[in-house]
Structures are given as C-alpha cells and as structure tokens.
Nanobody, 131 residues
C-alpha cells in the first residue's frame, strides 16, 4: 500500500497538450471520487477536476473546454487530458482519492471544494507551460 502515483508531467509551450495519469493501488476500498488538484507557488491549492465512480465529472471554470478527466473501468487509474494549455496552468498537480464516500455529495457529484474529504494524495507532478 502506498500513495497514488502521478505521471505525465512535463514542460510544454502555450497551446500544447499533456496527459497526466495517476494509479491508485493497494487500498481495500474502491474510491467513490477521484480528482486532480493543483497548487502554484504562493497560491492556494485549487480543485481542477473531479470524477465520481459513476462518471460524473466536475471542472473548474478556468479549465472547462480544455481539460478532460477520465478513469478506467476499475476506477483505479485516473487521467487528465490537458489541451490548449496556458501559462496559468503551470503548477504542481496532485491526484487524490476518497474513501467511504466522503467526497460524494447527495446527488452523486464530487464537489471541487471538498478537498478535505480526500484521504489519499499523490506526491504531485510538475506541469510547466511557457509563454
């Protein structure tokens, strides 16, 4: 059992694309929510995108239409397809998974603001977008 492991971070020019991946293994519980969160130097951590086990996705307004979150059928691997990247997307990206349904709201969505409900966090991977 270990923390989620992210991969796929890189340095790209503005307008470029990346795909982040995150593998969650060794936990008895299947998450009900998984998500990507990011933190830039000197800024608060912010939710980027979350997805429920049933496939309900939620996005921050700043990334809608450019980033796409998905997961494998086992809900153990999380992806973030990042297109049309902007310099303001530069940050350390962390994946996270909840347990016991703590991040799921009453209507089956995983609100971005509920980062405190996620128990398992990856160490993060750097995404740098140059102008």
């Amino acid at each position: 059992q270990g923390p989620p492991v992210e991969s796929g971070g890189d340095s790209v020019p503005a307008g470029g694309s990346l795909q982040l991946s995150c593998t969650i293994s060794g936990y008895d519980q299947i998450p009900t929510c998984m998500g990507w969160f990011r933190q830039a130097p000197g800024k608060e951590r912010e939710g980027v995108a979350t997805i429920s086990k049933s496939g309900a996705a939620t996005y921050a307004d700043s990334v809608k239409g450019r980033l796409n979150i998905s997961a494998d059928n086992a809900f153990r691997t999380l992806f973030l397809q990042m297109n049309s990247l902007k310099p303001e997307d530069s940050a350390m990206y962390h994946c996270a998974a909840d347990d016991y349904g703590r991040a799921l709201n009453a209507v089956g969505w995983c609100p971005l603001a509920r980062s405190d409900a996620y128990s398992y966090w990856g160490q993060g991977i750097q995404v740098t977008v140059s102008s």
